[in-house]
């Protein structure tokens, strides 16, 4: 990681010396850490505590030092997780629902064919008054 370095003393890190990380979100090494962050921080003033920068950080820190692209990519198997995950649900309810409504289907073929018979005597009906009006006006 090219880019830590200490806030003070603007070194780099090396295998000689550790690097320190406040609470406040600073870094100092290893030489300034003493003077700079033991318990007010010199960058911004603030009372700070600091934790040893190493490979057995606290994922919350960890993260802070960790690749974006790498980061990115862990977060978008986890959305592409997620969206299976809702997937095949949403693809289990529907197949439920399309089961449902063909075990329905020949109830609404015959609410149709009903409805269908019932506006035929009405159609019928007017016919035979329509029929009947017309046989008057020749009487
Ligand atoms: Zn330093
Ligand atoms: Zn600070």
Known sequence: MEWIHCNNCFGLPDSEKNFYLTSCGHIYCQDCEEQCARTQCKLCGNQCSTIVLSSTLKPDVQMYFTDPDELLKKKL??????????????????????????????????????????????????????????????V
């Open 77 to 138: 198997k986890e959305v592409h997780q997620v969206s299976d995950f809702q997937k095949n649900h949403r693809a289990r309810l529907w197949a439920h629902q399309k089961k449902q409504f063909i075990s329905l289907k020949p109830i609404l073929i015959f609410i149709s064919y009903i409805k269908h018979v019932i506006k035929v005597p009405c159609r019928i009906n007017s016919e035979i008054i329509m029929s009947c009006s017309a046989k008057q006006n020749y």
